[in-house]
């Protein structure tokens, strides 16, 4: 990894995918997965199974890659949330 922000981008990652869900809480959608710090009962259905059933694409992503979870913010502050999504992209080449 580069140590420092002016030495170019890392040779060690090629991409990043930033995946964003709204208008669903993380632990609706992924607080009964293992390894993640979730709650499971706002979960939508009753099982895993049932939950993987509605949603397989979003759950085998969170499967397969890290999960940020534990981060909150109030919903006045969604618009700061869309501006960063929207502009907060960048292609070195």
Do not use: C
């Not at 140590?3 to 993380?26: C, L, M, W």
């Not at 969170?62 to 992209?89: E, M, V």
């Amino acid at each position: 990894m580069p140590a420092t922000n002016t030495e170019g981008p890392s040779k060690q990652i090629e991409h990043v995918f930033f995946i964003v869900r709204e208008n669903k809480t993380f632990d609706a959608l992924f607080g009964d997965l293992p390894g993640v710090e979730g709650d499971a009962s706002p979960t939508m259905k009753a099982t895993t199974a049932e939950m993987d059933e509605i949603w397989p694409n979003l759950r085998d992503l969170a499967r397969g890659f890290t999960n940020a979870d534990n981060f909150n913010s109030l919903a006045i502050k969604s618009t700061q949330g869309h501006q960063w999504t929207t502009y907060g992209r960048a292609v070195i080449r």
